[in-house]
């Protein structure tokens, strides 16, 4: 929902701010010196900042497109603050700060409507960030447009799209906290898409197309709903992507399924049901893996690297990844779970010399 915004601020106003903020632990920034400078100055308007934030929330009025926003961490008290956005977006991880001290982190939102899935809400228009975190505090906040970030565009089904509503979560939902500043996770994943689906629909690939850039990374993982595609149907959708992805300049990674959380009698995976085997006999992996094989794309062999966390947790510790206790699904992963294989697929991405290492958001 769209928090509340704060009104003009005035000298009682300010004061009643300034007292509030000090209350619930918020930092209330200096004044650019720019505006000291020139308070009057026809059609000045600073970056959006804390003014646009309550204790739990901020909401600023912006067009779609992509923002830099740099945060300030800390109070009086140690703290530890963690930020999410638009459709439930992990953007932040939680972030200590000492007692007394700041820590500035920097990170870079795609704003778009929808906010979430593509065919789902449009969502609040601008951009909305939630405070959260076990002891929060923000001490300021800025935004402005980002001038030269890359961006990461995902096309993929509901194991990887913003998921509008708990407990469900996708891994690019997660992915964005462990990005650097610079790099922008555009989630264009929709629940229910096969290969077909998602070339066919105007709303879904129609869309992303125009939208890369070159350079861009296009992250493709299209398999689980692929129930009754043939094999040579499903090799040659993969193959139309990546060609369509480079034909804008962009360049393709190919992404292998996540496992289904279905155990043998043996403790392991080793089975049609948990690899993506559909009923055509098409294992989805292979084919993929093929392909990237073939037409020279970056792999991140998402199945193998969950498959083997899976079956190294065995058959309850692995329930955490999952919905498997309050839905009885061993297809859709919790926030939990999102937030592990998120970071499979990051540190897949560096390994790969595909965005940078190293520690993120540090400014």
């Not at 194991?159 to 462990?178: F, K």
């Not at 709903?225 to 300049?249: I, K, Q």
């Not at 190294?312 to 061993?330: C, I, Q």
Request: aromatic content about 4%; overall charge positive.
């Amino acid at each position: 929902m769209r928090p509340g915004r704060r009104p003009p601020a005035g000298r009682p106003r300010r004061r009643a701010a300034l007292a509030a903020a000090v209350a619930l632990g918020i930092g209330l920034p200096a004044v650019p010196a720019q505006a000291r400078e020139h308070p009057h100055e026809p059609g000045h308007r600073p970056p959006p900042g804390i003014a646009n934030c309550t204790a739990t929330a901020c909401h600023f009025d912006l067009p779609p497109g992509t923002y830099d926003v740099r945060v300030t961490l800390g109070g009086d008290h140690p703290s530890s603050t963690a930020l999410s956005g638009e459709t439930r977006r992990a953007l932040l991880p939680e972030t200590p700060a000492p007692a007394g001290g700041r820590v500035v982190r920097r990170l870079t939102v795609d704003v778009r409507t929808p906010e979430g899935e593509p065919l789902g809400p449009e969502g609040t228009p601008g951009l909305d960030l939630a405070i959260g975190g076990s002891a929060p505090a923000l001490a300021g906040i800025r935004v402005t447009p980002a001038r030269h970030a890359r961006q990461i565009l995902l096309v993929g089904d509901s194991t990887v799209c913003d998921q509008p509503g708990e407990p469900y979560a996708g891994w690019g939902q997660h992915l964005p906290q462990y990005l650097r500043a610079g790099l922008s996770v555009a989630n264009y994943a929709d629940s229910g898409e096969s290969t077909v689906s998602y070339l066919g629909n105007p709303l879904l690939w129609g869309t992303v197309g125009p939208l890369i850039r070159r350079g861009d990374l296009v992250l493709i993982q299209l398999a689980h709903n692929d129930r009754t595609t043939d094999g040579a149907a499903y090799r040659a959708n993969l193959e139309t992507l990546v060609a369509g992805v480079r034909e804008r300049g962009g360049e393709p990674v190919l992404v292998t399924p996540v496992v289904r959380r279905w155990f043998n009698a043996d403790g392991t995976l080793n089975n049609g049901t948990a690899l993506l085997v559909n009923g055509l006999g098409v294992d989805h992996p292979a084919v993929v893996r093929s392909v990237a094989a073939d037409r020279d794309v970056p792999l991140i062999d998402l199945t193998a690297r969950t498959k083997a966390l899976v079956e190294s947790l065995g058959v309850e510790g692995s329930k955490a990844l999952y919905l498997s206790d309050g839905k009885r699904d061993n297809t859709h992963t919790s926030v939990h779970g999102a937030t592990v294989y998120a970071s499979l697929v990051r540190d897949e991405l560096v390994a790969r010399h595909l965005v940078p290492g190293g520690k993120v958001r540090v400014g």
